[in-house]
């Protein structure tokens, strides 16, 4: 907490707040306009979409990317949270990062190993086209009770924006956490490479900056959640791993 910069925790509220307004307009959105338009139940069908290795991997990951962005508010602000136990919420901290980098780790070679890798990978030919697409049906489709732009399959889960997204999260952000976390967690042992990177006058605010990036995509996520076929649908899906789709 000593090294944080308010700028820096400025803009991370305000781009958390942004999408927070911008999560509550399109969501009221799409109510009133559902509840204007009559239309029938669209057609969809039960799928097996997410084996229980994917569900465990998703569910650690979420919960410890929360309790880590819980865990570091505390530590980033002691002054606020002094009902905490400093030293504890650090440990827990700590233990959570590790477990979320083996997560990860583990992840990888699952992904790899069965060729799902490929599912994260935006394909350069029509991606733009794609990407517009798909944005056109999130700013006016999806209010006229359109059906999505692309079929989801167990070896297609995701539409064009998701994988960009992905594809930043996993490959940018998660690696940039990760690294300036162990830069300073390793500042007491291993001062002189910290220095290389500029310390933690450095690394502390570029470390929150992420947590604030990695928090409003949480925040995006989960309201995204609900444009599937019914607005739990996904998140049961990820709980029994057979989801309802549209047929296209």
Known sequence: GSSRVNWIDWVGAAAFAGSLLGVIGHGTLRYISGRKQARGPKRTERIYMYESYRRFWHWLQTASIVILLFTGLIIHRPDIFGAFSFRGMVTVHNVLAVILVVNAVLSLFYHLTTDRIREFIPHPYGFFDDAIV???????????????????????????????????????????????????????????????????????????????????????????????????????????????????
């Open 134 to 248: 798909q944005a056109k049906y999130y700013i006016s489709g999806i209010f006229k009770g359109e059906g999505h732009p692309f079929e989801k399959v167990p070896n297609s889960r995701m539409n064009p924006i998701q994988k960009l997204t992905y594809f930043g999260i996993l490959n940018v952000l998660l690696p940039l956490q990760i690294i300036t976390g162990a830069l300073m967690w390793g500042v007491q042992r291993w001062p002189e490479i910290a220095n290389w990177f500029g310390g933690l006058p450095v690394l502390a605010p570029f470390h929150s900056l992420v947590a604030w990036m990695f928090g409003t995509f949480i925040l995006v996520h989960v309201y995204m959640t609900t444009t599937g076929a019914t607005p739990l649908e996904a998140m049961r899906a990820m709980v029994t791993g057979y989801e309802e789709v549209e047929v296209h």
